[in-house]
């Protein structure tokens, strides 16, 4: 798997107005974790061990979204210039301080 493979996008799993599932209580448990309820696990197509992004506006509202690992070939199939300037991101990611260099070399790793 190339490094371009490996990179990850967020994909949001909107969907028009009649998908929208009614307001259901939940609780927050003792570790501050919450059961997703049935309907909305459904709407977004959960599956134990997925990944979420939550995200708070300055209203209070979170909103959740599902994080989907799709390969840069298939997120930019016949758009060669971006597929190089997300290499060229990824190289400069390489340089800072939030990627050290083993974890870049693990990126690179076929």
């Known amino acids: 798997m190339t490094t371009a493979d490996k990179f990850k996008t967020v ?3 909107t969907e028009s107005a009649a998908a929208v599932v009614d307001p259901t209580e939940v609780k ?5 974790q919450v059961v997703i309820p049935p309907a909305v696990r459904k ?3 959960l599956k134990e061990g997925d990944k979420l992004l939550l995200s ?3 209203k209070g509202t ?3 979204e599902k994080l989907v690992s799709l390969p840069v070939s298939q997120l ?3 758009h060669p210039a971006l597929e190089t300037e997300i290499l060229k991101a990824l190289k400069s990611l ?3 301080e939030f990627l050290k260099d083993d974890e870049f070399d693990a990126l ?3």
């Open 108 to 110: 690179l790793e076929d």
């Open 56 to 58: 708070l506006d300055a």
């Open 11 to 13: 994909v949001s799993q």
């Open 43 to 45: 709407k977004m197509r």
């Open 94 to 96: 390489a340089n800072s």
């Open 76 to 78: 930019v199939a016949n």
């Open 62 to 64: 979170m909103r959740a």
């Open 28 to 32: 927050v448990g003792r570790r501050f």
